[in-house]
């Protein structure tokens, strides 16, 4: 997968003016507040739209931007900040009203919605989807942060009628927003957030369910650990918006998940068996496995919580080589 990533090293504070001066965000959660944030942060000027009346006051309250308005002239950006299953219907709109010049999303799955907007019409040149690779386990403006996407990733999956200018102003808003850009095709990120971001979550709801109703009683939670509490983090995210998600990346999350049942099919099994027995060299194998991997997520992440990665190439001039 490291071969399909080419990432940008270009940092907010060196550059010599914003180029994105005008940016229109359509949905108002914590993602598009969060973006709005920072960009204004960063100087630019945000108009914000929302179909939740409450949630648009909210932002607008936080000083995210200011309303949309209908003679507001077209934005250097758009922003979709709207669940994976309305982007294409919200781009074809947009695009219809002519609301920017560039367009982009921030949902978290990418092929299936490109192809939507694909069979929808959308002009597909001025669209460059994208994916923040940052998050909380709470929604709504209210839990938006300016700092949000400070040293994370922040993909874009161009597809073959992506314009290149489009993909450099979009560039240069992840920039504005404190994020590096990651360059792959929408399938390979859609394989990457299944391994690293939906599985994950669907793992963490598993084992945060066991506790829902027989067995959570007080004596029992009352000796539990950090470590069970950050496992089940993400577990409280919500459940309609990940529904949705899963829905658009079902297959490779499926296959992450069979990969884990089988493991942990095989140390259940494993540890049934009489203590000495051989098979409980599966458990070891895991665990073994374990450390390996938890050294690889520890060396890409950063124990400053910051992501780090070897990968350190930037975003070609003149080329999309490397997407």
Same mark, same amino acid.
């Given at each position: 997968?490291?071969?399909?990533?080419?990432?940008?090293?270009?940092?907010?504070?060196?550059?010599?003016?914003?180029?994105?001066?005008?940016?229109?965000?359509?949905?108002?959660?914590?993602?598009?507040?969060?973006?709005?944030? &920072? $960009?204004?942060?960063?100087? @630019?000027?945000?108009?914000? !739209?929302?179909?939740?009346?409450?949630? +648009? *006051?909210? =932002?607008?309250?936080?000083?995210?931007?200011?309303?949309?308005?209908?003679?507001?002239?077209?934005?250097?950006?758009?922003?979709?900040?709207?669940?994976?299953?309305?982007?294409?219907?919200?781009?074809?709109?947009?695009?219809?009203?002519?609301?920017?010049?560039?367009?982009?999303?921030?949902?978290?799955?990418?092929?299936?919605?490109?192809?939507?907007?694909?069979?929808?019409?959308?002009?597909?040149?001025?669209?460059?989807?994208?994916?923040?690779?940052?998050?909380?386990?709470?929604?709504?403006?209210?839990?938006?942060?300016?700092?949000?996407?400070?040293?994370?990733?922040? &993909? $874009?999956?161009?597809?073959? @009628?992506?314009?290149?200018? !489009?993909?450099?102003?979009?560039?240069? +808003? *992840?920039? =504005?927003?404190?994020?590096?850009?990651?360059?792959?095709?929408?399938?390979?990120?859609?394989?990457?957030?299944?391994?690293?971001?939906?599985?994950?979550?669907?793992?963490?709801?598993?084992?945060?369910?066991?506790?829902?109703?027989?067995?959570?009683?007080?004596?029992?939670?009352?000796?539990?650990?950090?470590?069970?509490?950050?496992?089940?983090?993400?577990?409280?995210?919500?459940?309609?918006?990940?529904?949705?998600?899963?829905?658009?990346?079902?297959?490779?999350?499926?296959?992450?998940?069979?990969?884990?049942?089988?493991?942990?099919?095989?140390?259940?099994?494993?540890?049934?068996?009489?203590?000495?027995?051989?098979?409980?060299?599966?458990?070891?194998?895991?665990?073994?496995?374990?450390?390996?991997?938890?050294?690889?997520?520890?060396d890409a992440y950063g124990t400053d919580g910051k992501q780090h990665h070897?990968?350190?190439?930037?975003?070609?001039?003149?080329?999309?080589?490397?997407?």
């Amino acid at each position: 997968m490291a071969k399909a990533i080419l990432t940008s090293t270009t940092d907010r504070t060196t550059r010599s003016a914003p180029a994105i001066r005008h940016v229109t965000v359509i949905g108002c959660g914590l993602i598009g507040t969060s973006v709005a944030l &920072a $960009l204004r942060a960063d100087g @630019a000027r945000v108009t914000l !739209a929302d179909q939740d009346p409450r949630s +648009l *006051v909210e =932002a607008v309250r936080m000083e995210a931007g200011v309303a949309l308005d209908a003679d507001e002239p077209p934005a250097d950006v758009v922003v979709i900040a709207t669940p994976p299953s309305t982007v294409a219907e919200v781009l074809r709109d947009a695009q219809g009203r002519g609301l920017g010049t560039v367009y982009t999303d921030v949902a978290s799955t990418k092929a299936r919605i490109l192809s939507s907007a694909e069979l929808a019409g959308c002009d597909l040149s001025t669209y460059v989807p994208g994916h923040p690779m940052a998050g909380r386990e709470i929604s709504g403006p209210g839990a938006a942060r300016a700092d949000l996407f400070d040293g994370r990733k922040w &993909a $874009l999956c161009p597809g073959p @009628a992506t314009a290149l200018y !489009a993909v450099r102003t979009v560039t240069e +808003l *992840v920039t =504005a927003c404190g994020a590096q850009v990651a360059l792959l095709s929408p399938y390979a990120h859609d394989r990457a957030a299944a391994a690293v971001s939906h599985a994950p979550l669907v793992l963490s709801a598993a084992l945060a369910a066991r506790f829902a109703y027989a067995g959570a009683g007080p004596d029992v939670l009352s000796l539990a650990g950090r470590a069970l509490y950050d496992m089940t983090r993400v577990a409280g995210s919500p459940p309609e918006l990940w529904i949705d998600i899963l829905v658009h990346n079902a297959v490779a999350v499926a296959d992450m998940l069979e990969e884990v049942v089988d493991d942990l099919t095989a140390v259940a099994a494993a540890l049934r068996e009489p203590d000495g027995s051989t098979s409980w060299g599966v458990v070891a194998d895991l665990l073994v496995r374990g450390n390996l991997g938890r050294e690889l997520i520890v060396d890409a992440y950063g124990t400053d919580g910051k992501q780090h990665h070897r990968l350190q190439e930037r975003v070609p001039a003149g080329s999309m080589e490397g997407a």
